[in-house]
């Protein structure tokens, strides 16, 4: 089955670990996405990358870092610079292009503790 | 800058009942719009798109209208169920930049037997 996958689903680090999370998708999707989702409010877009080795800051990307060495994976790390790393983190897919969907992964729920 | 305002929840319902989320937004031009849904602890699913005015999006008894002269795209379904329970989001293609999303804050339903 074609999707996208997240992992872990629940993440756990003390305050000042940088912490790697995994999104894969064999869609064939050129893009891929990161959100920050926090309760009661909508997703925030972190980073996106639209072809592989390239990427580009979203909205919120402080404190955030990116890779895109595979079209396949596009792991997001929270490093220690992130004042408020605690949320649910979403990766997505899409082609390239206009008035195109973008795909969800299941997400994963990150808890500084 | 482009923007989505959904209606606050949550919104409370019995079986069978017929439901409203209402969906405004603000863009330049004509952004495609989405509606994704959120059931508890899992990513987005694409729940149903217009890519142009006037185009009605349906999926799982679910419909919206892409309304230009009132810049809206309300979700509508006839009779919910239990399983209708979830989080919806409102969603356009930010006009900026092709494949972003700007997401409304999301609106909660609990649909009760």
């Known amino acids: 089955d074609g999707g996208i996958t997240q992992s872990p689903k629940y993440l756990f680090r003390k305050e000042g670990q940088n912490v790697t999370l995994s999104c894969e998708q064999n869609?064939?999707?050129?893009?891929m996405y990161w959100y920050r989702q926090d309760p009661g409010q909508g997703l925030r877009l972190i980073y996106y990358?639209?072809?592989?080795?390239?990427?580009q800051k979203g909205d919120i990307a402080e404190g955030y870092s990116v890779s895109r060495e595979k079209k396949e994976s596009f792991p997001l790390t929270v490093t220690s610079a992130q004042k408020n790393p605690t949320a649910f983190y979403l990766c997505?897919?899409?082609?390239?292009?206009?008035?195109?969907?973008?795909?969800f992964g299941p997400g994963t729920r990150l808890t500084v503790l | 800058g482009d923007s989505v305002t959904q209606m606050e929840g949550p919104v409370t319902l019995s079986e069978e009942a017929f439901l409203t989320i209402n969906c405004t937004y603000t863009a330049t031009g004509y952004p495609s719009l989405f509606w994704y849904v959120q059931y508890p602890g899992e990513g987005l699913q694409l729940l149903l798109k217009?890519?142009?005015?006037?185009d009605k999006g349906s999926n799982k008894g679910f419909e919206a209208t892409y309304r230009k002269e009132t810049t809206s795209f309300h979700l509508e379904k006839g009779s919910v169920q239990v399983s209708d329970s979830a989080v919806y989001f409102c969603?356009?293609?930010?006009?900026?930049?092709?494949?972003?999303?700007?997401f409304g804050a999301g609106t909660q339903v609990v649909v009760t037997p």
């Open positions: 969603a356009l293609e930010k006009s900026d930049s092709w494949g972003k999303l700007q």
């Open positions: 997505a897919s899409s082609t390239q292009g206009q008035k195109l969907t973008q795909y």
């Open positions: 869609l064939n999707h050129d893009a």
């Open positions: 217009a890519t142009k005015a006037d």
């Open positions: 990358s639209q072809i592989v080795n390239d990427f």
